[in-house]
């Protein structure tokens, strides 16, 4: 069977869901199943065949899981977001929309040649960063500067930038990966990169510290930060360039710490959710952690039943605070319990797989470091929101990949699938040849 | 580049291994912890969102009931009647201050908690859970009629079925207007109010009992065998009682007397000889099968149930009878460092007209759920056997006497005989603080009703003068 008619197969499970999924929320509410659960399937259903009738049409040969897997995501967080609040899935829709729009152009723009991307790497380099510098002018969202508002529209730079820096990244390492290698110095036991290269390096640690200095935003550059070390990582094979980097990361981190009261009570926080005190500080406690762990708890292992958990109560506002963006992990924990979150920790699990086989079957180093660079902003995106709201790690605020609730962040990552699609064409083709 | 790509992939493996692992701990391995937590409203608004059962005085009257709100919560409302009840329903506003009485120790009826299995079935068929209704004993009439007699002093008054342990009458004084806690602040500052009118005076007041614990000494006299309503004991005044004088009533002067005499008379000397015979350990076995020093066994949450015994302020704590510590002398007078609550004496005095069977004492008759059916009967549970029939039916004879003839006349009922014992606490001599107490039961050979009663800190008040009339009042009421 050819690679598109497999993802045409793979969709099937992913419109079932959706259908199932508006279905369950529909009885919950009513206690009577509408056929407009039925057509939400089908629009959803109708939307992935245009999707894929241009995958079929551009990249024949490109990975076809990817999209089925990002499909059954995207369709899951409508449903999640549907049952938690109408309006913000009917928003979500239409996002989605038009991250399919962008998703077809990026791959209709780039479909003879991702590489060219390497031509605009300065461009798009500085085009990140100052997107990253963008929200700035606004107003801090607690305690950071996440968003910019352009009219209605609220948008969240670092999503964006995610990408543009990875492109550069994979570009830059390409070129200098053969000198950091051999013109490494032994010293005292840990080997250093060439100073002559370690600029662009230098400076990319520094737009890391930045945002966490500037932007104030830990989860962004710690996101930003750790795709660095991983293509560094792989474009070297040298541990110790990871664990400079990290030496280097921490010591920003630290001095943040000591100077940012936001970080010290997000740590706080982390550390005693509990707290009396900290749980009724009114900003900066611990309440939001508190309630997310709560939430978790009502799940069990089989969860409370989609529709069942108690979110909120009658039309006042959520007692889970950002359940549809920074806390929808928890939210889905409560309703499908730890079997469903772990089965959407899988999914996500078994793109990172595609992402990482597509960087590996890649036979030029540009399109393997993107590969690599934007799985690794993928995985960690995921590891810093779920690790957040689990209190694995201390609290920051990102979106859930495909199910938050967020413009910016299904257009994104629509650009990122794109991307992957890309790469992962060409590999297959020249695999095959 | 691939096996550094590959290594990579597995770091992921072991980060989102990390992420299913917290998962697991917050929803499985650690959930019940974290519904417990004491900051988590989640499982109180959780019940709040469901139909809370209403309660029900005896005669049905509706006390408490659940009113939903805008925000689909529901909220507690108590009717006029329930302010007669306020301590023994207690209250129910979870989400802000917490439950009390009934309303806490019944939840599980009240919130339609269910069993594992009964709440799957419901689910399956698709039922809406419900809270079930709480059908107490409480007599509005005579609870009514405790509260006029109470009249506005502080005190209590507990009536108990002797045969059955349902408790008719759980009046304290002052009280309150449960609906005034829906405002926090309300009870914030009746919690610091000086006479305490949250405090449930008949199960949580640790008063002196003065002579009613004479009855104690009385049934453990005859029960171990050692005397007789007709033993004779010299009660002259003062004499020497763990070597400081102890006088009588009046200091009065008695000769060689009847135990039967010594009751009628309340002679202190009398019953301070008699324990000192018995000897301690005699003594404290007859007053834990009374029930003094545990919680009574009664459907009210233990927090709001105080044991009684002897008690060591400086200490904090209660000392065992047999400890050597105690002077058995003044204990079995009521004197010492005993503290005691309405509702153990009123369990003393249905032990004893129950033909020395103690019965637990019950505020719930039966649950039924909202179409009405009978869900749980509250059935009558034997606590402990006191002490025989026999010297039950002589205590009784003894008491009898005490309200026909001696310091209990005024709880005398016309055609019906009424047994019972007067207490008067002296708490401060030279002010005249007294304490005084009724604990008696009637009708004589068939009993219906147990009573105590009580007054906090009456100058110049004499249990025979002040309690005892209470108590006949309530009787009457509850006999007609």
């Not at chain 1, 938690?84 to 009917?90: S, V």
């Not at chain 2, 003594?283 to 709001?304: I, T």
């Not at chain 2, 649950?367 to 402990?384: H, K, L, M, N, S």
Request: glycine share 8%; with cysteine; proline share 5%.
């Amino acid at each position: 069977m050819s690679a598109r008619n497999r993802e045409l197969f793979a969709l099937i499970p992913a419109s079932l869901l959706v259908t199932a999924g508006f279905a369950a929320v529909f009885i919950q509410r009513d206690d009577l199943l509408s056929d407009l659960s039925l057509t939400y399937g089908l629009i959803f259903l109708a939307l992935c065949l245009a999707a894929h009738l241009v995958l079929r049409m551009t990249l024949p040969d490109a990975d076809p899981y990817l999209f089925p897997l990002v499909a059954v995501l995207a369709c899951f967080g409508l449903v999640v977001l549907y049952r938690l609040d109408e309006d913000f899935a009917r928003d979500q829709a239409q996002w989605f929309v038009v991250g399919l729009i962008v998703f077809t152009a990026t791959i209709v723009a780039l479909r003879h040649d991702h590489r060219v991307l390497e031509r605009y790497r300065y461009v798009i380099a500085f085009g990140g960063i100052l997107l990253l510098l963008l929200p700035r002018l606004g107003s801090p969202v607690n305690g950071a500067y996440l968003s910019f508002n352009m009219g209605p529209i609220s948008f969240q730079p670092a999503e964006l930038a995610k990408i543009a820096i990875v492109i550069f990244l994979a570009s830059y390492l390409r070129d200098t990966r053969q000198v950091l290698v051999v013109g490494a110095r032994r010293f005292a036991g840990i080997t250093f990169p060439p100073l002559k290269h370690l600029g662009p390096l230098l400076a990319v640690w520094g737009t890391a510290m930045v945002l966490l200095f500037v932007i104030q935003d830990l989860g962004s550059s710690l996101m930003f930060f750790g795709g660095f070390l991983a293509l560094v990582y792989v474009a070297t094979n040298r541990i110790s360039f990871v664990l400079i980097g990290l030496a280097l990361f921490a010591l920003g981190a630290r001095v943040l710490y000591a100077v940012r009261p936001t970080i010290e009570s997000r740590v706080e926080a982390w550390l005693h959710p509990f707290d009396r005190e900290l749980y009724e500080q009114e900003i900066g406690g611990s309440y939001q952690i508190a309630q997310s762990i709560f939430t978790q708890a009502d799940g069990g292992f089989f969860g409370e039943g989609f529709g069942q958990a108690l979110i909120r109560l009658g039309d006042g506002p959520p007692l889970l605070p950002a359940a549809h963006t920074d806390f929808i992990y928890a939210a889905i924990t409560a309703e499908l319990g730890l079997l469903g979150a772990v089965a959407v920790l899988l999914v996500y699990l078994l793109i990172i797989e595609r992402g990482f086989k597509t960087a590996m079957l890649a036979t030029d180093s540009f399109s393997k470091l993107l590969a690599t660079g934007l799985t690794a902003v993928l995985a960690l995106q995921v590891f810093v929101i779920v690790g957040g709201v689990t209190k694995l790690i201390p609290l920051t605020g990102v979106t859930l990949p495909f199910i938050s609730y967020g413009g910016s962040s299904i257009v994104a990552n629509f650009i990122l699938l794109a991307l992957l699609l890309l790469v992962s064409d060409r590999a297959r083709r020249e695999a095959v040849a | 580049m691939n096996a550094p790509i590959l290594k990579l992939f597995a770091l992921v493996l072991v980060l989102f291994g990390a992420l299913a692992g917290m998962t697991s701990y917050n929803s499985v391995i650690k959930a019940e912890e974290y519904r417990d937590n004491a900051l988590n409203k989640r499982p109180l608004l959780k019940q709040a969102l469901v139909k809370r059962g209403v309660i029900r005085a005896r005669d049905g009257t509706l006390l408490a009931r659940s009113v939903k709100g805008d925000d689909d919560v529901y909220r507690r409302r108590y009717s006029p009647e329930a302010l007669r009840f306020a301590h023994a329903l207690g209250y129910d506003y979870a989400l802000t201050i917490g439950r009390a009485g009934l309303e806490r120790s019944r939840n599980d009826a009240l919130a339609g908690e269910k069993d594992e299995i009964t709440s799957i079935a419901d689910d399956l068929s698709g039922k809406r859970q419900v809270g079930d209704n709480v059908i107490t004993n409480l007599d509005l009439q005579a609870q009514q009629i405790a509260l006029n007699a109470l009249g506005g002093r502080r005190g209590s008054v507990v009536a108990i079925e002797p045969a059955t342990g349902k408790v008719r009458v759980m009046a304290s004084t002052p009280g309150y207007d449960p609906n005034s806690l829906r405002d926090a602040a309300v009870f914030r500052r009746l919690n610091r109010e000086d006479n305490s009118p949250l405090f449930n005076r008949a199960t949580q007041a640790g008063y002196v009992p003065g002579s009613t614990m004479k009855v104690v000494t009385a049934a453990a006299a005859l029960d171990s065998g050692q005397f007789t309503p007709e033993s004779t004991v010299v009660g002259r005044s003062p004499i020497d009682v763990s070597g400081v004088p102890l006088k009588n009533f009046s200091n009065a002067q008695f000769g060689a007397i009847t135990l039967t005499t010594a009751l009628t008379n309340s002679v202190n000397t009398v019953w301070a000889q008699v324990a000192e015979k018995l000897g301690d350990g005699t003594y404290a076995k007859y007053m834990e099968r009374f029930g003094f020093g545990s919680d009574p066994p009664m459907d009210y949450p233990e927090g709001q149930l105080t044991p009684s015994g002897v008690f060591d302020v400086e200490k904090d704590e209660f000392i065992d009878v047999d400890s050597g510590r105690v002077d058995i002398g003044r204990v079995a007078i009521g004197q010492e460092r005993l503290r005691v609550t309405p509702l153990q004496m009123a369990t003393v005095a249905a032990t004893v007209a129950n033909g020395g069977m103690r019965m637990q004492p019950q505020l719930t008759s039966r649950i039924v759920d909202p179409d009405g059916r009978t869900v749980e009967r509250i059935e009558p549970e034997e606590a402990e056997r006191v002490m025989s029939a026999k010297t039950a039916a002589q205590l009784t004879q003894m008491m009898a006497n005490v309200v026909r003839e001696g310091t209990g006349t005024a709880a005398a009922l016309s055609g019906i005989e009424v047994a019972g014992k007067t207490g008067t606490a002296e708490l401060n001599i030279p002010q005249r603080l007294n304490q005084p107490w009724f604990i008696g039961f009637a009708p004589r050979s068939k009993p219906k009703v147990a009573i105590a009663v009580t007054l906090e800190n009456l100058v110049g008040a004499q249990g025979g003068t002040d309690a005892a009339p209470i108590a006949k009042q309530v009787m009457e009421s509850l006999l007609r």
